[in-house]
């Protein structure tokens, strides 16, 4: 099945500590994007790239970092350097095209323990 | 810069009734607007989109949309409520003039479709 798969579901960070959250898709999309959702804040956009060994921050990059080595594979690393990192974690990947609808993973909880 | 409200934090309407769900936005050229769907802990999932044409948009499990370009608007609608329905719907807006065809989502309303 064609689809975007992330990884953990769940996860738990002590302080201090990096954690790399998987993002995976077999859809052949160029573009893909993580999205950082908080209560009452909507999605807000953290990095993104649209193509192979590109990316470029978005709205709320600070403490985050990715890379992208491969098409299918879009892992984000949430930093020490991010001061409040719990929250819930999206990555989408879409066809390049201003049209075109982005497709979801079924999101990463990261919590600060 | 563009931008998207969602005015109401929740709607409530009662099974078998109709529902809306009411979203504007802010954009310097034209807009590409869509319609997306999240069930508790889970990704988003694509309803409609508005690109060209008709103003009225047909969707996903009933669902439509309505853009009103003098209004700004593309409130998404439903002509009878099903007590699945309830979830978080976001509104979407991609402008076509932005360099990297950024898409701004609004907070988000909580739809309750009470049986």
């Known amino acids: 099945d064609g689809g975007i798969t992330q990884s953990p579901k769940y996860l738990f960070r002590k302080e201090g500590q990096n954690v790399t959250l998987s993002c995976e898709q077999n859809?052949?999309?160029?573009?893909m994007y993580w999205y950082r959702q908080d209560p009452g804040q909507g999605l807000r956009l953290i990095y993104y790239?649209?193509?192979?060994?590109?990316?470029q921050k978005g709205d709320i990059a600070e403490g985050y970092s990715v890379s992208r080595e491969k098409k299918e594979s879009f892992p984000l690393t949430v930093t020490s350097a991010q001061k409040n990192p719990t929250a819930f974690y999206l990555c989408?990947?879409?066809?390049?095209?201003?049209?075109?609808?982005?497709?979801f993973g079924q999101g990463t909880r990261l919590t600060v323990v | 810069a563009q931008s998207v409200a969602q005015p109401e934090d929740q709607v409530n309407v009662a099974e078998g009734n109709p529902l809306t769900v009411k979203c504007t936005y802010s954009?310097?050229?034209?807009?590409?607007l869509f319609w997306y769907v999240q069930y508790p802990n889970r990704g988003l999932q694509f309803l409609l989109k508005y690109i060209t044409g008709d103003n009225l948009v047909k969707g996903s499990y009933g669902f439509e949309a309505e853009f009103n370009k003098s209004q700004t608007s593309f409130h998404l609608k439903k002509p009878s409520a099903l007590v699945s329905d309830s979830a978080l719907y976001f509104c979407?807006?991609?402008?076509?003039?932005?360099?990297?065809?950024?898409?701004?989502f609004g907070i988000g309303t909580k739809l309750q479709v009470i049986p």
């Open positions: 989408a990947s879409r066809e390049t095209g201003a049209n075109t609808e982005a497709f």
């Open positions: 979407a807006v991609r402008d076509i003039n932005g360099g990297y065809q950024k898409v701004t």
């Open positions: 954009v310097s050229g034209n807009p590409y």
């Open positions: 859809l052949n999309h160029d573009a």
């Open positions: 790239s649209q193509i192979v060994n590109d990316f």
